[in-house]
C-alpha cells in the first residue's frame, strides 16, 4: 500500500518543544496562549496529532509546571479534534518526576516515551547566534554537552505501566537510534507494548543517528524486521533535513513530522513563521504525491487511541 495514495499519513505538529532557545526565532510560541493558538492553527493546517511542550512565559525556558500546561491544554481540547500528546522528555535537566506531573495529571490519549538514555548535543546551536534574549539561554546550550537525556529501563518501564497501563495512554515511541528500535523490542517481548504502536524515527539530533537516506533506510528494515506489521512508522528529521526525510519517509509508507521543535526554518534561510506553515507546507508535498491527510479520528483509529472524552482535563 506504501506510496499507493490509498494510505492516508498522518501528520504530527510538535509545536515548541525544549531544543530551541527563543533567540533562535522570534516565532517560537512561548507563552500559554501563543503555543494554543499554534498549535490550533496547526491543527487546521492537517496536523492530527499536537506534540506539546511548556515554557514559562517569563522568559521562554522549557517547563514541567502543570499549571502551566493546564492553563492550556483545555482551551486547545475544546477547540480541536486534533489528538493532544504530551511529551514524557520534557527538557534538560528535569526530573523524571518534573517530566511525569503534568502527563499524570492529565492522562492524555498520548504522550511521547523516549528509548534509551543518550547524549543531546544542542550546544552547536551557540554557533548560529549572536544575541540572547535571555539570560538561561547561552549556558543551556553550552551545558548540554555535559547532559546524559536519562531514560532507563526502570524508567521507561515505569511510564509504560503508570500511564500505559494503568491510565490508557498510548505512546509515541520516540527512537534516535537503531539501538532503541531494540529497547522498544524488549517491551514488545515483554507484552509491556502492545500493537499497534507508534514508533517515531528520529534523524539528525546530535547523540541519535544522523540524517542521511542510509540511515532512515537502516531504521525502517530494522523496525520491520523487529516489528513487522505491528508498529505504525512515523519520521521526524532535525532542521534542514525535515522536509528531504518526511518526502523520502513518506514516500516508503512512513507518517510524519514536523513543527517547530525540530525545525525552525521553512526554506533556506528563510524562518517558519508559524507551526500551520510548516504542517501546510508538508500537506503541499504529501498531497503533490496523491496521498491523503490522516483525520484525527483515522489517526484514533490508527493508533487504537482511548478517545479525547477519555483524558484528565
Ligand atoms: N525533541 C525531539 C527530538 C519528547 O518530547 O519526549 C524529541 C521529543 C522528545 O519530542
Ligand atoms: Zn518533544
Redesign the pocket.
Known amino acids: 500500500m506504501a506510496g499507493s495514495g490509498i494510505r492516508p499519513v498522518i501528520v504530527t505538529c510538535?509545536v515548541t518543544?525544549?531544543?530551541h532557545v527563543p533567540s533562535q526565532s522570534p516565532y517560537l510560541p512561548l507563552t500559554p496562549e501563543q503555543i494554543a493558538q499554534s498549535a490550533l492553527e496547526a491543527g487546521e493546517a492537517g496536523a492530527a496529532i499536537l506534540?506539546l511542550?511548556a515554557r514559562n512565559p517569563e522568559n521562554g525556558k522549557p517547563t514541567p509546571d502543570p499549571d502551566i500546561f493546564m492553563s492550556f491544554l483545555p482551551h486547545i481540547k475544546e477547540r480541536t479534534e486534533s489528538v493532544i500528546n504530551i511529551?514524557?522528555?520534557g527538557g534538560q535537566g528535569m526530573t523524571l518526576e518534573q517530566r511525569l506531573a503534568t502527563p499524570m495529571r492529565a492522562k492524555p490519549e498520548m504522550c511521547?516515551l523516549?528509548m534509551g538514555s543518550m547524549n543531546f548535543g544542542r550546544f552547536p546551536i551557540k554557533d548560529r547566534i549572536k544575541d540572547y534574549t535571555y539570560d538561561w539561554e547561552e549556558a543551556d546550550l553550552e551545558s548540554s554537552r555535559d547532559y546524559i537525556f536519562r531514560n532507563t529501563y526502570a524508567d521507561i518501564e515505569y511510564i509504560l505501566r503508570e500511564l500505559g497501563e494503568t491510565h490508557g495512554v498510548r505512546f509515541e515511541f520516540?527512537c534516535y537510534d537503531a539501538s532503541h528500535l531494540y529497547n522498544l523490542a524488549h517491551f514488545v517481548d515483554r507484552g509491556l507494548v502492545k500493537p499497534p504502536f507508534f514508533v517515531q524515527t528520529?534523524f539528525g539530533?546530535l547523540g541519535g543517528i544522523g540524517p542521511h537516506p542510509e540511515d532512515l533506510l537502516h531504521m525502517k528494515r530494522t523496525a520491520d524486521r523487529l516489528f513487522g506489521n505491528d508498529y505504525v512508522w512515523s519520521i521526524?528529521g532535525?532542521g534542514r533535513h525535515q522536509m528531504n526525510l518526511i518526502t523520502m519517509g513518506a514516500i516508503m509508507g512512513g507518517n510524519v513530522r514536523t513543527g517547530l521543535?525540530?525545525n525552525i526554518y521553512l526554506g533556506k534561510g528563510e524562518l517558519a513563521q508559524s507551526n500551520a506553515d510548516l504542517v501546510a507546507k508538508v500537506v503541499r508535498i504529501l498531497k503533490e504525491l496523491s496521498f491523503d491527510i490522516a483525520t484525527p479520528d483515522q489517526a484514533r483509529e490508527m493508533l487504537q487511541l482511548k478517545g479525547a472524552h477519555n483524558v484528565g482535563f
Request: proline share 0%; charged share 15%; net charge negative.
Open positions: 510538535a518543544g525544549a531544543v506534540h511542550h511529551t514524557t522528555g511521547s523516549n520516540e528520529i539530533i521526524l532535525a521543535e525540530d
